[in-house]
């Protein structure tokens, strides 16, 4: 069996944003957009890169159900829900309960994501790709939703099904090889790079690329999805190269978070609104929505600076714009009416 399973077909596009560059301070040749929202699979994303990884792993265990965890609006649940979707397996996707869905206590539930209630983004895709909800009550986090995880494995195995446990956001130094792979994919599109802007959310993206290119050429603005993603991203880094990578040596921004991970920073709605207007793209309200607005800053105050070749790595996540209702409501506000 391959040691991974062909989920998408590579390289990404890389993408010139020469108006984007001009109205933030670059020249206009500095600055490209690494369209890993283009992967194809369950509506693209990063994920797909670490899942070719860890589905080629779940299936030579024998495997017959993916579970993982995320929150309602988890782009790589849904990705893991349509990569099983892709190979024939079953997807058992552990969130934590919103308001009005059924109380399982970390058991998988059969049948609509909230029951006789509808669903948007993220959730909406989940629905479609046949996944099944474990809906947690009381998971204020990644160790809670750990825990639920284990004990959903658990009871799949005592109904007799082989369950293979993906972990949070895909992050682990298996999972990490897929942006191994894309930091060459970026060297090979453009040798001369100086910066590589991700989002930092559970670590491996920014993990792999810090493998293939050095810690001093990836810049990861934090999402706010873990206290500490810069210990595990050099955890993962360390393992993917044999060496110890010091988290303290990694280029991290943490001024992108605002008040929490699914709230929305008002930096973050001008930089999604920014992208949109100068090149057509669309970003998300979590994680790439984030890392432009990081970017945006570290031009600002000088990190990154004009002359300087500049890729912003598009992770994907637009469905969760999509089933984000307090970006609806804000972006709301910036229609405008043809007198």
């Known amino acids: 069996m391959p040691e991974k399973c062909a989920l998408a077909v590579w390289p990404t596009p890389m993408e010139p944003a020469p108006r984007l560059a001009e109205a933030i301070g670059l020249r206009a040749g500095d600055l490209w957009i690494k369209r890993?929202?283009?992967?194809?699979?369950?509506?693209?994303g990063n994920k797909v890169r670490k899942l070719e990884w860890l589905v080629a792993d779940a299936l030579r265990h024998g495997a017959d159900t993916l579970v993982?965890?995320?929150?309602?609006?988890?782009?790589?649940?849904r990705?893991?829900?349509?990569?099983?979707?892709?190979?024939?397996?079953?997807?058992?996707?552990?969130?934590?309960?919103?308001?009005?869905?059924?109380?399982?206590?970390?058991?998988?539930?059969?049948?609509?994501?909230?029951?006789?209630?509808?669903?948007?983004?993220?959730?909406?895709?989940?629905?479609?790709?046949?996944?099944?909800?474990a809906w947690v009550e009381e998971a204020s986090g990644p160790a809670e939703l750990t825990d639920a995880v284990r004990r959903t494995c658990a009871a799949l195995r005592e109904r007799g099904a082989r369950p293979y446990l993906v972990p949070f956001g895909g992050s682990s130094a298996?999972?990490?090889?897929?942006?191994?792979?894309?930091?060459?994919?970026?060297?090979?599109q453009q040798p001369d790079v100086r910066?590589?802007?991700?989002?930092?959310?559970?670590?491996?993206?920014?993990?792999?690329?810090?493998?293939?290119?050095?810690?001093?050429?990836?810049?990861?603005?934090?999402?706010?999805?873990?206290?500490?993603?810069?210990?595990?991203?050099?955890?993962?880094?360390?393992?993917?190269?044999?060496?110890?990578?010091?988290?303290?040596?990694?280029?991290?921004?943490?001024?992108?978070?605002?008040?929490?991970?699914?709230?929305?920073?008002?930096p973050v709605l001008?930089?999604?609104?920014?992208?949109?207007?100068?090149?057509?793209?669309?970003?998300?309200?979590?994680?790439?929505?984030?890392?432009?607005?990081g970017l945006i800053a570290a031009v600002r105050?000088?990190?990154i600076r004009s002359g300087e070749r500049t890729v912003l790595v598009h992770t994907g996540g637009l469905p969760g714009l999509f089933g984000h209702a307090e970006a609806s409501v804000r972006a709301g506000r910036l229609l405008r009416t043809q007198d």
């Not at 890993?36 to 693209?44: K, S, V, Y």
């Not at 397996?89 to 399982?104: I, K, R």
Request: a negative charge; zero cysteines; hydrophobic letters at 50%.
């Open 79 to 133: 990705l893991t829900a349509a990569a099983a979707a892709r190979v024939g397996l079953d997807a058992v996707l552990v969130m934590p309960a919103p308001a009005g869905s059924p109380s399982v206590s970390g058991k998988p539930v059969a049948g609509k994501p909230v029951a006789g209630k509808p669903v948007a983004g993220n959730l909406l895709l989940d629905a479609l790709l046949g996944a099944r909800i």
């Open 270 to 293: 001008d930089a999604i609104t920014a992208v949109a207007a100068a090149e057509g793209v669309l970003l998300d309200p979590v994680y790439t929505g984030r890392a432009a607005a």
């Open 174 to 188: 298996l999972g990490a090889r897929g942006y191994l792979e894309a930091g060459a994919e970026i060297l090979a």
């Open 68 to 77: 993982t965890s995320g929150g309602p609006q988890s782009n790589h649940a």
């Open 195 to 266: 910066h590589v802007v991700t989002a930092l959310g559970s670590g491996a993206t920014m993990a792999g690329l810090v493998a293939a290119l050095g810690p001093g050429r990836v810049l990861g603005v934090d999402v706010g999805a873990l206290p500490d993603p810069g210990r595990t991203a050099a955890a993962m880094a360390g393992d993917l190269t044999g060496r110890a990578q010091p988290a303290e040596a990694l280029r991290i921004r943490a001024d992108q978070v605002g008040e929490a991970y699914a709230v929305l920073y008002q």
């Open 301 to 303: 105050d000088g990190d």
């Open 36 to 44: 890993d929202d283009l992967t194809g699979l369950g509506g693209g």
